[in-house]
């Protein structure tokens, strides 16, 4: 069975970045998209970036684009999220999850990792 778990996130400073990693076990994760999410205190959850199951198709929230830069690496099974330009509103708590493609539904989902940006 599929498991995920995120790692990478922390307190950075605006302007500051970070990457994240999700790290697949318990199945190839050859056959999956991956997204990333993120839920702040009290708003809900946002679809933030997408992966296709090879990498040759990617989909980024409008509020992110330019900024945040998605990758993996199925040998090493794993998924990356580069995170540039940090602001505060980036603060939330981020999520991977797995799906047969980018749209869904994600049936996979990681604990999550805390990302705060903040002076």
């Known amino acids: 069975q599929l498991q995920l778990v995120e790692s990478g996130g922390g307190l950075v400073q605006p302007g500051g970045s970070l990457r994240l990693s999700c790290a697949a076990s318990?199945?190839?994760?050859?056959?999956?998209?991956i997204g990333w999410f993120r839920q702040a205190p009290g708003k809900e959850r946002e679809r933030v970036s997408c992966?296709?199951?090879?990498?040759?198709?990617?989909y980024y929230a409008d509020s992110v684009k330019g900024r945040f830069t998605i990758s993996r690496d199925n040998a090493k099974k794993t998924v990356y999220l580069q995170m540039n330009s940090l602001k505060p509103e980036d603060t939330a708590v981020y999520y991977c999850a797995a799906a047969s493609r980018c749209s869904g539904p994600f049936g996979v989902w990681g604990q999550g990792t805390q990302v705060t940006v903040s002076s």
């Open positions: 318990g199945f190839p994760l050859d056959y999956s998209a």
């Open positions: 992966i296709s199951s090879l990498g040759g198709s990617t």
